[in-house]
Nanobody, 125 residues
């Protein structure tokens, strides 16, 4: 059982930056591809970004491409989501997830093996 704990959310002004972290409980962290999802009030959960097991490959949703960057540190069992130029529409609960995904595009149709509890990001104008 892999436990995922997100941190780093908060309140930020439009145009600001935040970096989210997701710490995994297991030393088997490097066996999983990792991803970030988000869910805004009244909307379905949506894919944000994914990273391969090694961290060499990444895939970002069009809505965040160029503003968000996913990365991982397998030595620290942690995945990150760096967010810049935040906009009001980025307001959501952000979740990290783990799955045995080889092709990162498959994250859009994959049900993760594990989810974190989520961290709130609020962007105010």
């Amino acid at each position: 059982q892999v436990q995922l704990v997100e941190s780093g959310g908060g309140l930020v002004q439009t145009g600001g930056s935040l970096t989210l972290s997701c710490a995994a409980s297991e030393h088997t962290f490097s066996r999983y591809s990792m991803a970030w999802f988000r869910q805004a009030p009244g909307k379905e959960r949506e894919f944000v970004a994914a990273v391969s097991r090694s961290g060499k490959n990444t895939y970002h949703a069009d809505s965040v491409e160029g503003r968000f960057t996913i990365a991982r540190d397998n030595a620290k069992n942690t995945v990150y989501l760096q967010m810049i130029s935040l906009q009001a529409e980025d307001t959501a609960v952000y979740y990290c997830a783990a799955a045995n995904v080889v092709y990162l595009l498959n994250w859009r149709t994959t049900s993760p093996d594990y989810w974190g509890q989520g961290t709130q990001v609020t962007v105010s104008s």
